[in-house]
């Protein structure tokens, strides 16, 4: 499995950046995606989630309202677009998939199995 995230960089607060995660290797049609965060020093943290079809979103608190997430499943790919950026922003974005069901599951890093390497996000205040 791979799965390949860019699209990280360095913003000054209040700016915009569009992440995508292009994955191989699994069915990504039946898949959840999900995006996971992590700071030097900080464990890793659940950003957001898109079920198989994309017709369920969850969002972070932290990032409801300026995050948003898709997929284009004809591409194997997954979007994270972040509006209104934050310095608190700043942080290794990771992509994980994995076939889950429960949506109470999708926040939990341990039940996503397929994990990237992730693009560093940073913001300057």
């Known amino acids: 499995v791979q799965l390949q995230a860019s699209g990280g960089g360095s913003v000054q607060a209040g700016g915009s950046l569009r992440l995508s995660c292009d994955a191989a290797g699994r069915d990504f049609n039946i898949d959840s995606m999900g995006w996971f965060r992590q700071a030097p020093g900080n464990e890793r943290e659940f950003v957001t989630a898109i079920s198989w079809s994309g017709d369920s979103t969850y969002y972070a608190d932290s990032v409801k309202g300026r995050f948003t997430i898709s997929r284009d499943n004809a591409k194997n790919t997954v979007y994270l677009q972040m509006n209104s950026l934050k310095p608190e922003d700043t942080a290794l974005y990771i992509c994980?998939?994995?076939?889950?069901?429960?949506?109470?599951?999708?926040?939990?890093?341990?039940?996503?199995?397929?994990w990237g390497k992730g693009t560093l996000v940073t913001v300057s205040s």
């Open positions: 994980a998939e994995d076939n889950i069901f429960l949506s109470t599951s999708y926040s939990v890093p341990s039940y996503w199995n397929y």
